[in-house]
């Protein structure tokens, strides 16, 4: 399903609630973070994996990728590995470098099975530490992409293979999976004993009039009624499990976002300290989608939820989830003042 949503040149979307003439930019909470977006340079200088399951169209740069943070004001940002890049972290561990731990975090992945055999490094934990001293929180693991379905049995095997490796350093197990698997993952995280975080809504598969825009006729979802939503809700509830309210249009192509919003209502009032916001920039195999519309949805779903839960999904559940201990310097000031101000925020 795509989106016929192309891109904007910014957020300058008005509101039509709460009498604001603000841009969209200027009414997200300061200091808020995207929790999901990829770098993808030149393949000469970062070549694909052999086993990438797409060619992106074109490099979504580093550079790319700041100018986008201007547009939307939201200039802390998380690195995901993406897939066509396999285990090799190069590219994101380059631009952590280039960001530094102040306003970036990075979320790696990695074979648990050879992670200790990493060039220049002695063991899993000198591998571990280092990328935690440039910023790394996390690893990923894609369960969508992979031609073979795991049974519960072989899922709760590969968690916890990861989370024994990570959890000393804090670090938090993402998932890529879909959510008809929720009901066997409600069963395995209780017993990780390290944070858990569901890309993209959890991947559920909606109704097929999802794939085109909402008509009168058509009866709301009931959220409940999506297979692995109810053991989503319980994941939530029992505090552990977060999820990133992120992707729309790789879930419906309904540009009003009626069943998206439907599903995020539920997450909100189950578990508003454990969502995170993110663009899923740059949007791979739907470039050029224009996010400010969900943006300006997710704003008015908060409005709804509460008035500290537009604070919880841009900002304080996003720092509580990628251990970050203070406001980024990069979006309190520029320029001169910036540098004079750096020293005073340390990496946890």
Not at 205 to 232: E, H, I, Q, T
Not at 235 to 252: A, M, W
Request: net charge negative; hydrophobic share 35%.
């Amino acid at each position: 399903m795509g989106s016929n949503l192309r891109q904007s040149n910014n957020l300058k979307h008005r509101s039509t609630k709460g009498g604001s003439d603000a841009p969209l930019s200027q009414r997200l909470p300061a200091n808020s973070w995207d929790s999901h977006i990829h770098v993808v340079e030149e393949p000469s200088r970062y070549p694909l994996s052999t086993t990438a399951n797409y060619q992106p169209s074109k490099p979504h740069t580093l550079s790319d990728a700041l100018a986008f943070t201007r547009t939307t004001g939201i200039h802390n940002v998380v690195l995901i590995q993406p897939s066509i890049y396999g285990y090799d972290n190069s590219c994101l561990l380059d631009s952590l470098r280039q960001l530094g731990p102040r306003r970036a975090r990075g979320v790696v992945c990695f074979d648990a099975a050879t992670i200790d055999e990493e060039p220049g490094h002695r063991g899993s934990d000198s591998v571990l530490s280092t990328w935690h001293q440039l910023g790394v929180r996390g690893v990923r693991l894609n369960l969508v992409s992979v031609p073979q379905e795991l049974d519960a049995g072989e899922l709760a095997r590969m968690l916890h293979e990861y989370a024994d490796l990570i959890r000393d350093y804090g670090w938090v197990l993402e998932l890529y999976i879909r959510m008809e698997t929720m009901p066997d993952l409600a069963t395995i995280v209780p017993s990780l004993g390290v944070k858990v975080c569901l890309d993209h809504i959890a991947n559920p598969k909606l109704p097929p009039r999802s794939s085109s825009p909402s008509s009168p006729s058509s009866s709301p979802l009931n959220p409940y009624d999506l297979v692995g939503f109810p053991a989503l809700i319980s994941l939530l509830e029992k505090g552990s499990t977060y999820v990133k309210i992120s992707g729309p249009y790789r879930l419906s192509a309904d540009p009003q976002f009626h069943d998206v919003g439907a599903m995020v209502r539920e997450l909100m009032r189950a578990g508003r300290e454990r969502l995170v916001f993110a663009t899923d920039w740059p949007h791979t195999r739907f470039e050029g989608v224009d996010i400010a519309p969900f943006t300006e949805a997710c704003l008015g779903w908060c409005a709804e939820a509460g008035p500290d839960m537009a604070e919880r999904l841009f900002r304080r559940n996003a720092e509580e989830l990628w251990d970050v201990t203070a406001p980024s310097v990069q979006s309190m000031c520029s320029g001169d003042a910036l540098t004079a101000r750096a020293d005073r925020y340390e990496l946890r």
